[in-house]
């Protein structure tokens, strides 16, 4: 009998145990029409939102999701009604065995929302009386007084507004740590957002002040710790070590051209000369590799590395990336982020091995016919060619070819249209050019600019920057892409098949 009551003990608890895994949202979107709605991790390692849960909404608009989870999370919810501007986002705390009813009304004013059930002491909006922060007034100026004064008051009312939300909801213990954490970095987060993009406004200005703007963020980043595992759960965290890796990577650029010995005898062992040659080879990936083991440990390296790795898929550069996720493994045996990262990885991987094929066409442009703009004009004689002026080196070349290069081949498959890649500033990255041709299936003509060619290409066609796409007709007349950036592919389809007649 004893043996029967504590099986049925353990199945109750079990049972009780499963179920506390679940957080479960039923949404309720009145005058929904046609919502695209969305539900993803707060703290989605892709920039794109690769993570993002699809919440199709039935005629009523409603939808009801349970979400698997061992610990209280962060999750935001986004709902956009096609063909207008209305779009609804709101943050959830979920806990294991939430309850929630999410109710809003698309057309009302502030979207009359409401949380209840069981979290709802969670989940209600804290900032709603507030406005969101405007950074763009305070871009141009060239000393930091008026942004960190706005910043530090917002801070403090978003400390006064926190406060107000845990004396009038009653929320958990955790839900409080969470918020207050998140908090602890804001301001941090949000001078060293603005202060890099800001510099890149006044240039000469910033570099003349630029000790009164290091010092802020000094003080900012000391006020706690910069490398601290405990502080992952926070989005404000998180944004800024992502945010510093891919700006110190830009800064150490600028310390290589302007200070090699230091940077190199920091970075690369003081052998300038191989040190030189590997940094040519990969300034991102591998740069940023460096730059995670030399500032950052344990947990907060590790999510770093898996960043690195997403981040590096978005920008389309799969340089290093096998050797990163080897030496990733080594170091974190059973990371949680593997799963993940092992599929990309994979992926990364297959389409390396794909190889160069005799549909890729490689043109001599250190030769004299391919010096100027007119010798690509004879190359091109008597056919319809999309050019496409790009550089390893550029991301938004290599996410443009990514994003379009397949689908526009797919579509003019068999209709006589072909394709002249003009890689440029690439003369020092002949492995790295031929292996993204490579990893993209660049099938068509090739060709590794000289200065002199690229600068006459740019100049007849008046290109602005790269990517830069032109149509050559077969009677050797030419014009820039109406399609701008990034591209809108059914307006350069348009213009080819009007090319091709």
């Not at 305070?138 to 000393?143: E, L, Q």
Request: glycine share 4%; proline share 3%; net charge positive.
């Amino acid at each position: 009998m004893k043996k029967i009551i504590c099986s049925l003990l353990l199945v109750i608890l079990y049972t009780g145990a499963a179920l506390a895994q679940t957080a479960t949202i039923n949404f309720n979107i009145k005058n929904a029409g046609s919502c695209n709605c969305t539900l993803s991790p707060q703290n989605d390692l892709s920039r794109y939102g690769k993570g993002r849960i699809p919440l199709p909404l039935d005629k009523n608009g409603q939808a009801s999701y349970g979400l698997k989870i061992t610990k209280p999370r962060s999750f935001n919810f986004y709902c956009e009604r096609s063909k207008s501007d209305q779009w609804l986002s709101y943050s959830f705390f979920l806990s294991p065995g939430d309850q929630l009813t999410f109710n809003a009304d698309m057309l009302a004013r502030d979207y009359q929302i409401t949380v209840t059930g069981k979290g709802s002491n969670n989940n209600q909006s804290i900032y709603s009386n507030s406005s969101r922060f405007d950074f763009e007034k305070f871009y141009g100026d060239t000393v930091p007084n008026r942004i960190i004064s706005a910043i530090l008051k917002e801070e403090a009312h978003h400390k006064t507004e926190l406060e107000k939300y845990i004396t009038r909801n009653k929320p958990t213990k955790e839900f409080i740590a969470a918020k207050k954490l998140n908090l602890t970095y804001w301001a941090a987060s949000a001078y060293f957002s603005f202060k890099e993009n800001n510099k890149f406004q006044i240039r000469q200005p910033y570099k003349r002040n630029s000790d009164k703007w290091q010092s802020v963020q000094d003080s900012l980043f000391n006020a706690q710790p910069f490398d601290n595992p405990n502080a992952l759960s926070s989005r404000n965290y998180t944004l800024l070590i992502a945010e510093f890796l891919n700006r110190k990577k830009e800064a150490l650029w600028t310390e290589q051209y302007e200070n090699k010995d230091a940077f190199y005898k920091e970075w690369y062992g003081g052998d300038q000369l191989k040190g030189e040659e590997e940094y040519m080879a990969d300034k991102s990936n591998a740069l940023r590799e460096k730059i995670i083991n030399k500032y950052f440990k344990g947990k907060t390296a590790e999510h770093l590395y898996a960043h690195l790795i997403v981040d590096a898929i978005d920008n389309s550069d799969p340089k290093n990336l096998l050797d990163i996720y080897s030496r990733f493994k080594d170091q974190y045996p059973g990371s949680e982020y593997d799963a993940e990262l092992k599929t990309i990885v994979n992926a990364v991987k297959k389409r390396q091995e794909q190889g160069l094929n005799d549909r890729m066409v490689f043109a001599d442009s250190t030769a004299k016919q391919l010096n100027a703009f007119d010798d690509l004009l004879k190359l091109a004689k008597n056919k319809t060619v999309l050019v496409d002026l790009w550089g390893t080196w550029c991301s938004p070349c290599r996410q443009e070819i990514e994003k379009n290069s397949a689908e526009l081949k797919k579509h003019f498959k068999g209709k006589g249209l072909e394709y002249f890649y003009v890689a440029n500033y690439d003369a020092s990255n002949t492995k790295a050019w031929k292996e993204l041709i490579s990893y993209f299936n660049l099938e068509g003509t090739h060709i590794l600019a000289s200065q002199a060619l690229t600068k006459s290409v740019m100049n007849a066609v008046k290109g602005k920057g790269f990517p830069t796409y032109f149509l050559i007709k077969k009677d050797g007349s030419y014009e820039l892409s109406k399609a701008g950036y990034p591209m809108e592919r059914v307006k350069l389809i348009q213009q080819l098949e009007e090319a091709l007649k």
